[in-house]
Structure formats: C-alpha cells, structure tokens
C-alpha cells in the first residue's frame, strides 16, 4: 500500500536526497505496517520522534508500535523543539 512520510527539522537529514527539498516520502509499504515500525525501518532515534501524527491526528507514544497505516495514510513527524 502507499503511504507518505514526512519528516520535519533535523529529522529531514534521514530522507533521501530527492525528498529533501520537500520533507515528503511517498513510499510502498506492507498491509499491517505500523507507525512504530516505519520508525523503526528508517532508523530515527527514538529521542528524536516526539510529535507524531497521522493524517494530522496525534498518535501517542503508547499507541505508535500497533497503530496500523492504511493506503494513503500521511505519517508527520518532529523532532523535540526549542524556542522562544
């Protein structure tokens, strides 16, 4: 199935470079796939996936191992950030 990832601020630098200039990654997945192994598979650091959302729906860190993509889906994710 297709799903894109999209990731923002310094987690971009795990994108190819194709994808760089638009932070999005549309790829093939399995049926089953969950956010938790799209993590896992593209090798983020965990300390560094802190807002996660699914088609702009917040997916806690509890629920992210099982909660399965479907065809479509639009998985964002951001590093922790500061400011002010």
Known sequence: MRVTLKLYASLSDFLPDEAK????WPMEVAD????????DRHQLPKRLVHLV???GHYIPPASREAHPL?????LAIWPPVAGG
């Open 21 to 24: 200039r638009t932070n999005e």
């Open 32 to 39: 089953g796939t969950t956010v938790g192994d799209l993590i």
């Open 53 to 55: 959302l699914v088609n």
């Open 70 to 74: 479907v065809e479509n889906d639009v």
